[in-house]
């Protein structure tokens, strides 16, 4: 394995989700030196956990083997799981970085077998599943992992399982030793593609989710949908497992509102659009969606969708943000109660599942940036003052796959300049 | 006001055939009620509407009320008693999206169509806040007991003792325990600076009204 390559012309990428990987690879393919750091045990971040993609309703894991291979045959591009950036100082063209990388307790001789998560009794909950199930403490995070090697959860480490484990591995593949290490790098210009997390939906009191089982959210949905996911991709509600065919989806659940997160994210109304034909197809002509809305915001060329979303008689607009959500104490039902907008009627309507379309908030949100890291009001990374940082995909502004993509593009050829330039300085 | 500006510049072909499209209510509501500039601000989503614990007893919830605003229904706005129905619960103030101040713009609207002598005449709660004002301004102390009565009589001399009679067993709970003296019937306790508290009062109504006549 070629060593990091630590002078100033090289490009940090933070994040390896579809945008860090596109900025990376971008980079690399234009004979860059790149870092990638990832902070969970795998690259594919949000993307890696659809079911599928809208508008043309294929499954990520296309998108996701495409870039694999052109990660996997370039040598420009070293990748760092499990490790995260603890600081960044310097200046553009020349910053010292500084990432912490976390024990993974399995080596590079791992070839997947999995008779180590096999030996283990332990069971931890699924990060890849938005911890919906569980999976043993011994595991690959997802079937596409990259690298494709198994992960020791640390709350195993010093129990008798790990030794299991140990004892199970055929190829010395585990070692129990490994500390976490913080590296130091010279760099010349940072991409930050840090990403989303979904809002935190607890914190929308009203809707009650985390009290009500049968309130999910979005990104919990395509997890449902999903065949790897923890129903093996059968709509089942999760107070008592039972088929759910009438399914609620509630827009701007955080998003929109000044109380939660003041920006649009943009993508939601293509997505539940998108999750009503999941609906579509797990049911058939049973199937029952209803959109609870403020106004779409179904952008530019997804119009065609939307109409044909709009023509489905099994789908269901109603204009009006909900008011709340109460559950019915025998069915387990949520029902809806607000007041909608064409013709100010009352109601109160009853679903089998509620899903609300959750807000992007910047996955950095919380996390402390560099000082000269400009964010705006919602804490989208614009970038550094001078250049020499970068904001791409989601965590420089909400957007969805492909957007994502488009301006991870474009900050790899910002940070390509400043490297050139750097470059030129040098010489 | 709004609508008389309109009148006089109907001689202007262009103002007239523009009329109908200018909404001078929403204007006149930015400008003279209190909070009225975040009116434009709703962006319908019917939050408050549904958060209202009083939400089904209104003919017009807030989104509505809003929007009617902007539609210039200035008539069925001023003369709705829907404003006058809030309980201050402020449960549509901690959930709008936008932050609007919903209390306070359908309190301002209220107090606005009072002034203007179009807000209902029988609505309780208009009747209730004129009796409390004027009972506790004439003395400079609320006389709980006239003031029962002004509310219980309000409907006539058998709705009243109807009333009485349902609530007796209250007022002598009140009476055992010395919350309540009769004697309060007859003239009753009063501060001790009238004049002053009259004063005060006055000066108030002067500075008022001085707001008014501002031109808006």
Known sequence: MTKPIATGQTILVVGGGISGMTAALEAAECGRQVVLVEREPALGGRTGRLYRYFPKMCHPTCGLEINLRRLKGNPNVQVLTMA?????????????????????????????????ARAVDAEVPNAHNYGLDRVRGVYLPHPMAYPQRYVIDPSLVGSADAGKAKAACRYDAIDLDMREETIELHIGAVVWATGWKPYDATLIHPYGYGRFPNVVTSVEFERLADPAGPTAGRLLRPSDGREAKDIAFIQCAGSRDENHLRHCSRICCMASLKQTRYVREAWGDDAKSTIYYIDLRVIDRFEDFYQSVRKDPAVRFVKSKPARIAQDAATGNPVIHGVDTEGYHRYAATHDLVVLAIGMEPEANGLALPDDVVRDSSGFIEGSADGGQIGAGSSASPLDVNRSVQSATAAALRAIKVIHQTAAAES | ??????????ADPNATALARYRNDFLKEVEERVEEGPWVKMCMQCGVCAGSCPFGPHWEHSPQKIFMMIRAGKRDEVLRSDSMWMCTSCYNCVVRCPRQLPITQIMHGLATYAHRLGLAPKLQPTRDFSLQFWDNCTRTGRVNELKLTMGVYFKDGLAAGIRKGWEMRRVALGLLKSGRLNPFELFGGHRCKDQKGVAAMLKKAREIEEQRKRAPG
């Open chain 1, 84 to 116: 995260e950036v603890v600081g960044i100082e310097g200046r553009r063209g020349d910053y010292r970085a500084r990432i912490r990388i976390r024990p993974r307790y399995v080596n590079e001789r791992c070839t997947a077998c999995g008779d180590c």
């Open chain 2, 1 to 10: 006001m709004g609508a008389t500006s309109t009148e006089t510049n109907m």
